[in-house]
Structures are given as structure tokens and as C-alpha cells.
């Protein structure tokens, strides 16, 4: 049975729709207008989605776009009482699965509509089909992101790629430096041929270099047969030279030589031979820092960094969290099979607020680990790390106000209508889960009646 969202600002459609669909025995949600639709779609994995297209806060194939970048696997069928050829072209174009009229056939079109989609899914879940969708779900090499940001990265990436120039790719420990590297590999003319990828912190200086380089028989005690090298391995590809910040200066000056020459010898021989290798290199280190402590050289420096990348910190893109928290329970969720459906309103609130230090990789394990740990059907607070429980308490993005009382206003303003419901919403549904759903302890809680506090819920829908 499929799990589907309807979204319709008029109320009667949203309830003829509800209890159609239920007794079907689908599980049903619905929504007044975008706003509260979006909400859902970040927090929750839809199979279907049936939006009407013209509401108060917008329109349902703008609701469509967002929902394609949230879930590209949920069908999504639009419903319109005013049929135009314009919004019908808008919807094909924009990747609506059906275009239905709202007439007096309505329920049964969309009952025939949701039973074929359920049918698919249920067809979906054949092995082979699950054991591709999986290989595709845990690749490494998707990158999410719908912040400004990350925008400019990958209109970055789709820039260089096809180049052959070198590119030096910055950013904190864990903010996806490698998976952009891959990137740029994937969607250039080489993305037939290697990507090789050394870190080159692993290694001492000296087998570094035959690593790199390759050796000759005999070159050195314990070298027993010519080996290649992975310049040449890469040879027509691309070598990726992570936390080249950790190479130490000897070798710094070779490395130096074989991009300046485009020729590479293997320690022991006196014969070179030219690359073809487009080189990407990463690091986690301040190279500015390290240049003007002599640690780093700035010939070198200048040679990889052709095309500079700097990637953001995950707590300076905190609009990617709730997409990229979705994505990876998606992964886990078909990795452990568990059914769990979705983040509950709070839990996701303290994914948003905390700071994280490990950047995306910490976000991936900790919604591994919540994956691991729930016994529900959401993610709750309860199965978030302690410091992430903890995280939220002195940063909030609902609450920009710092210790010392100053506000710091982020990028595009605060709505503060809205901020303040976000935090009245978000201090009921805390205040419910801390108190297993028991209304007047919660409500206790929040040092309010008993009839305040149902006023409150049932403003935001808590139950
Ligand atoms: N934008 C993103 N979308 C999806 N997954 C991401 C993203 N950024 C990072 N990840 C995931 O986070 C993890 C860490 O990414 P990656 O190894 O590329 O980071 P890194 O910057 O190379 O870190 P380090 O400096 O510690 O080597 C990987 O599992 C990667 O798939
Ligand atoms: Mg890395």
C-alpha cells in the first residue's frame, strides 16, 4: 500500500481524497497549501504525491519541482479545476506522471491513476530491481545539495569537467571533496578511463614516490620487479591527489617537476615518459597558512590550484541538511529494511541547528546510526546523538538571537511571523514527544492549561 500526500487548499477535495484513499487502505496525508506540503516532502518519503495547481502560496508544478529534487522516485500527479493548455504543457514539461481535471470523474481517474503506480511499486520491489536500485542508492558519487552554494559548486563542476585543467578542491574534513573530485572525473571525456585516487598524508616520503612514480627492478633494496606507478595507471584519466597538504617538501619539488614537464621517471630509471593524467588535488589544510609558514610551496601551489574549488562547511548551508538527512535515510532505510517513513518534526529541528564539526560525513553516519537504532516509524529525538540532542540548545536557526542578544540576520532576512510559529510549533511537538503524547503533562511542561495547550496543538495540527 502506497504512502500519498494530497495538497489542495480546498478543504473538501483534501477530505473526499483522504477517505477515498484510506479505505483503500493507503496511509493519507494532506496539505492546505505549499508551505506545509514542503514541510512534508522534507520530513517524509512519499510514493505518491496528488497537488492541485493553483493555491494561495503557490503553484502545485512549483510544488512538483521541489518534490523532483526531494524524491525523484515519487510519482506526482497534478489536479486542476481550471484546465489551460499552458498549465498542462508546464506540467509535462516540469515531469508530471498524470494531469487530471477536476470533474466528476475525478475520484475514480485518480483511484485508477494510484492503483497502476501502486502496482509499479510493488513491481519494483522484485529482486533485480531492488538489487539495481540499491547499487544506485548507496553510490558514492551523487551529490546533493540545493543551496546557493552548492548551486555554484555544481554549475563549477559542469564548468571544468569537460577542461582538462587542474582543479584544487578545499573544505573542512567531511564536506564532500573527494565525491567532487569523482564528479569532475564522471563528467568529463576521461570518465571511461581511471580515477585513481592516493592519499598522499599515507605514505613516506620514499614510497610515496614509487608509488607515484613507478620503480625500476632494483631501484631500491625489496624492489624485485619493474612497477608502474599510478601516473601511468591514471594514464588517459584522472589521479587524485588527496590531502596534498601533507606532502612533505621533498617531494613537493618533484611533484613540481612532473606537472611543469608533463613527464614522469620512475626511481631508478634515467628513461621518462610522458602523461596524460589530469590531476585533481584536496586538501583539508589552510595552504594560504602553509605557504607563509614555508610549509608549503607556492610553486606548487599555483600549479594545482589552476581552478580553486572551496567547499562550504555544512553549518554554512543549513538548507541542505533536511534534503541531505531524507536522502541518506532513504539509502539506510532500503539498506537495513526498516520501515521507517520519515524525521519527526523535531528530530529534524536539531539536525538543523547542530553544528556539525565532521560536516556531511558526520550527518551520513548519524542518520545511519538513527536508522540503526529506531524501532518506530520516524527518526525521534530519542535515537539522535547526546550532542546532537544537546547541539540546539545554544544555536537554533529558529532562534538567531546569540547569547549576548544580538540577532544575526541570515541570508534573505527572517520572516518573524513565521519564526515565531516555527518555534511555537516546534515547543508543542517537543513538549508531546518528551511527554509520550500525554496532552497534560505536556502542557505542564510548557507551563501552560491544559486548554491552552489543546489550542495550540490543534493550531499546528499535532494531534
Ligand atoms: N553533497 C553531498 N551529497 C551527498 N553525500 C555527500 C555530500 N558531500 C559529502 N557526502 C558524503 O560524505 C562523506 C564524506 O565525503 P568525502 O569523502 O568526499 O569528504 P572529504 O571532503 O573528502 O573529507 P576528508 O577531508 O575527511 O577526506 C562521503 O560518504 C560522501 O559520500
Ligand atoms: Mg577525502
Known amino acids: 500500500m502506497a504512502h500519498i500526500l494530497v495538497v489542495d487548499d480546498e478543504r473538501s477535495i483534501c477530505e473526499l481524497l483522504e477517505i477515498t484513499f484510506r479505505k483503500e487502505g493507503h496511509r493519507v496525508e494532506v496539505a492546505s497549501n505549499c508551505e506545509t506540503a514542503r514541510r512534508k516532502l522534507e520530513s517524509q518519503i512519499f ?7 493553483r493555491m494561495p502560496d503557490g503553484t502545485g508544478v512549483e510544488l512538483l519541482q521541489f518534490c523532483k529534487e526531494m524524491s525523484p522516485s515519487s510519482y506526482f500527479l497534478l489536479i486542476t479545476g481550471v484546465p489551460t493548455v499552458e498549465t498542462a504543457i508546464a506540467a509535462i514539461n516540469a515531469g508530471a506522471d498524470r494531469y487530471v481535471i477536476k470533474d466528476h470523474d475525478l475520484v475514480d481517474q485518480l483511484r485508477r491513476a494510484v492503483r497502476q503506480v501502486d502496482e509499479t511499486l510493488r513491481l519494483k520491489t522484485e529482486a533485480g530491481y531492488l538489487r539495481r536500485e540499491l547499487r544506485r542508492l548507496t553510490g558514492q558519487d551523487n551529490i546533493i545539495g540545493h543551496s546557493a552554494k552548492m548551486r555554484e559548486i555544481f554549475d563549477m563542476i559542469m564548468t571544468v569537467a569537460p577542461q582538462t585543467s587542474r582543479v584544487l578542491i578545499t573544505g573542512e574534513t567531511g564536506t564532500g571533496k573527494e565525491l567532487v573530485a569523482r564528479a569532475i572525473h564522471e563528467n568529463s571525456a576521461r570518465s571511461k578511463e581511471p580515477f585513481i585516487t592516493i592519499n598522499c598524508g599515507a605514505f613516506p616520503e620514499s614510497l610515496l614516490e614509487s608509488e607515484l612514480f613507478g620503480y625500476v627492478k632494483g631501484a631500491f633494496t625489496g624492489a624485485s620487479e619493474n612497477r608502474q606507478g599510478l601516473f601511468r595507471g591514471a594514464h588517459g584519466g584522472t589521479l587524485f591527489l588527496d590531502e596534498i597538504g601533507n606532502m612533505g617538501p621533498p617531494m613537493q619539488v618533484k611533484l613540481f617537476r612532473v606537472l611543469q614537464e608533463g613527464k614522469v621517471r620512475p626511481v631508478g630509471s634515467n628513461e621518462e615518459y610522458e602523461i596524460d593524467v589530469r590531476v585533481i588535488a584536496a586538501t583539508n589544510k589552510d595552504l594560504d597558512k602553509a605557504i607563509a609558514a614555508g610549509e608549503f610551496r607556492e610553486d606548487l601551489f599555483y600549479r594545482l590550484s589552476v581552478i580553486p574549488i572551496q567547499l562550504p562547511p555544512l553549518r554554512e548551508r543549513r538548507e541542505d541538511i533536511p534534503l541531505m538527512a531524507r536522502a541518506f535515510l532513504e539509502r539506510f532505510r532500503k539498506v537495513m529494511e526498516k520501515p521507517i517513513e520519515g524525521i519527526s518534526p523535531s528530530a529534524m529541528n536539531l539536525l538543523e541547528a547542530y553544528d556539525w564539526p565532521g560536516n556531511v560525513r558526520e550527518l551520513e553516519n548519524t542518520m545511519e546510526r538513527s536508522v540503526a537504532l529506531e524501532t518506530g516509524n520516524v527518526i525521534s529525538v530519542s535515537v539522535l546523538p547526546e550532542k546532537v540532542q544537546r547541539g540546539a540548545s545554544h544555536e537554533n536557526p529558529m532562534r538567531p538571537i546569540q547569547d549576548n542578544g544580538q540577532v544575526q540576520f541570515p541570508e534573505g532576512g527572517i520572516d518573524l ?34 486548554r491552552s495547550f489543546r489550542h495550540y496543538s490543534k493550531k499546528y495540527n499535532t494531534r
Do not use: F
Not at 510514493?47 to 495547481?53: G, K, Q
Open 47 to 53: 510514493d505518491i504525491v496528488i497537488s492541485d495547481i
Open 417 to 450: 511571523e513565521k519564526s515565531v510559529q516555527d518555534m511555537e510549533r516546534a515547543y508543542i511537538l517537543a513538549a508531546l514527544e518528551a511527554s509520550d503524547g500525554v496532552g497534560t503533562r505536556a502542557a505542564e511542561l510548557l507551563k501552560m492549561t491544559y
